[in-house]
């Protein structure tokens, strides 16, 4: 998460089918399962490309703290190729040297910010199923519904 907020963090390259996608239509899901827990969450929201011409400063800052946070074989995926083009020779994927320590520009952020979260307990007879809404004036409503 975006550190002081609700924002899911998640990273893009501005050459995804994606990032044309959320400019026309710019809510979202995200969805989770933990075997484990048997546990399932899934999160909407309203979703904020951000790039590096953005003009918040914050959130140009916290693009490129998470590109410092990323491994070295996540980042050399943003050197590659165009995706979803016809694949060229394989050297084109062979990895750089050195990699900048600032993000090349089609490294975008990508922020959601929850409006609803649905968690679903697979455990225990009957399930429990919770839905979290959130309201600008009274913080986040929880409502008890069926499985």
């Known amino acids: 998460f975006l550190p002081e907020t609700n924002q899911l963090q998640?990273?893009?390259?501005?050459?995804?089918?994606?990032?044309?996608?959320?400019?026309?239509?710019?809510s979202g899901e995200v969805c989770w399962y933990f075997p484990e827990t048997r546990?399932?969450?899934?999160?909407?929201?309203?979703?904020?490309?951000?790039?590096?011409?953005?003009?918040?400063?914050?959130?140009?800052?916290?693009?490129?703290?998470?590109?410092?946070?990323l491994s070295?074989?996540?980042k050399q995926q943003?050197?590659?190729p165009n995706c979803r083009q016809p694949r060229s020779e394989s050297t084109a994927f062979n990895p750089l040297a050195i990699i900048p320590l600032e993000p090349p520009s089609?490294?975008?952020?990508?922020?959601?910010?929850?409006?609803?979260?649905?968690?679903?307990?697979?455990?225990?007879?009957?399930?429990?199923?919770?839905?979290y809404y959130y309201n600008s004036e009274q913080g986040w409503l929880t409502e008890m519904v069926n499985p």
Request: glycine share 2%; hydrophobic share 40%.
């Open 72 to 74: 070295n074989a996540a």
């Open 106 to 131: 089609n490294f975008i952020l990508l922020l959601l910010e929850p409006q609803e979260v649905d968690h679903l307990n697979l455990q225990g007879e009957p399930q429990n199923r919770t839905l």
């Open 78 to 80: 943003f050197y590659w």
């Open 10 to 26: 998640i990273i893009t390259d501005s050459r995804s089918q994606k990032v044309n996608q959320i400019q026309h239509h710019s």
């Open 39 to 69: 546990e399932q969450f899934r999160l909407f929201g309203q979703l904020k490309l951000i790039s590096d011409s953005h003009p918040d400063l914050t959130l140009t800052t916290a693009r490129t703290t998470l590109w410092q946070f």
